[in-house]
């Protein structure tokens, strides 16, 4: 295959990753978001406390969470044609991965959430606050550097589902990479895809971790952003609320 | 300004109860600040969050400024409007500041504002204003991340301040402070105190807070007030274990030939040269066991724990030419000293026969 042959699947593929993940990436964290911050008000102990809702929500959470991507892309075929009318194409694809990455975002959200420090909460509680202030003015601004760090994991953890989103017919590079790298023996193909695929991966990292570093207080350097600008010795607590990523339970 | 009556609160986890408060009357009057001793664990921290029912009590009832919280509480466990109305009236300051690392300092001072509604321009006036009061004006813009402990601190108590309370509680405001910046946030609180007729009710476990700013103290122990009262009350009355916290004296306990008394002088009594007096008057031999001075709300007040030579039968005159000048003198152990002593005495004769 020559590159002129290369370059146009390349760049639809390229495309299609990028809508798939972007509008269910979107989706996760708008989904997500209210899930995860539910359960760690409901848990025991929380502002809401409901142990009835808390474990309803964490089992359905859970479930989300172990069903192999693959599988609950089959499942939903019929959820699929519901919403978007087609059970193939991006479009299609988007609905399951939406679906898959709901529940994975809201575990990360609920442990970000729960490390803000519950003195915080009483703060807020005794200054007459209420839920909603609570979670708008000190579980959400506090937790915000996590929060990105997760939302980053999310996008990397649906850039890997997306490559089985070829099943539906969706194309992506993951897709490309199957159809013509691995059943076409086009290895060139596979390894410029995989290499494509390592660039994308690593600079949405480097962003996330940049913009949750960037948005974190609470190292008493000002220039937390630029670590490596900043002089004298690097301080734990700079890297503290990012470093949460390594724990990120695995895609499933 | 705060009455709690028969407050109780029981906590029960896997059928194990514990009983953190049994049964609290505590009365804090308008404009004074009143300390809450104790040690770990005697209900100090419960107590101080029951006061503005970030903990609910399991009976009894608190009212702040005349409004009874407990009848706005509600059943359920979640705070009703009324309740957070009732709160914006109380402020709080938390051993570990509770500052938000994501906002500024200002932005710290202005959130109980956004709670009470304040608009932006005012919000920012206020907070300034605040700031300057606790001496912070030139960290508005900093993060809470890049300021000491005492700053810390600081800004809390602007942050307290800010929906302008009539009565302020601290938890342990000082418990993670050094003593040098201790100091220096007490006489905050004394000064706030004085300048805008805050109440104040504090709980801490270190007397010396006690001593440095508080009109009036009660001692806690196993969920219950022990002894309570204005601090001048507390020294005066025989017996008081807080009198006895606040200035303890050494020394042993007496044997039977020879008499231990504890001395409290207050106010002009602390000016006299009375065990010289009462050397020269009886021709007796004192030797001073432990001594501590102070000055409480800007008296002199002092114990000091004297030996007599000679069984109490014997030194009865001069503890009531101590008493005479003004001064409280008490036995040490009187009342075991009169026990024992009575059958150690019986049992020196009959050995002697």
Redesign the interface.
Known sequence: MTWSEMEPLLEQACWDTLYMVGWSALIAVVGGLPLGILLVLTDRGG???NVVVNKVVGQIVNIGRSMPFIILMVALISFTRLIVGTTIGPEAAIVPLAIGAIPFFARLVETSVREV?G??V??????????W?VVR??LL??A?PSLISSATTTIVALIGYSAMAGTVGAGGLGDLAIRYGYQRFETELMWITVGILAVVISIIQFAGDFAARA?S????S?TAAWPWLSRGPKRA?ETGPVAKVAEAPEAP | MITTTGLTKVYRSRGREVTALDGVDLHVREGEVYGVVGQSGAGKSTLIRCV?L?ERPTSGTVSVAGQDLTALAGRG???G?AL?????G?G?V?Q?F?L????TVRDNVE??L???GVSGKQRTRKALELLDLVGLADKAKA????LSGGQKQRVGIA?ALA?DPKVL?SDEATSALDPETTRSILQLLRDLNRQLGLTVLLITHEMDVVKSICDSAALMRAGRVVESGTVADLLATPGSELARELFPVGGELPGTDRTVVDVTFQGEAATKPVISQLARTYNIDISILGAAMDTVGGRQVGRMRIELPGPFEENVVPIGFLREQGLQAEVAGAAEAAHLGASDLKLTKEGAK
């Open positions: 502002v809401l406390q420090d003195g915080l009483e703060a807020v509680q005794s200054m007459g606050g209420s839920t202030t003015k000190v601004p506090e915000l948005l207080h609470r190292g008493r000002s607590e | 503005n970030l466990q979640r705070a409007s957070r109305k009732a709160r914006t109380i709080m938390f570990h509770n938000l690392s994501s906002r959130l109980p956004e709670i009470l993060y809470p991340a890049q942050r929906g509680l």
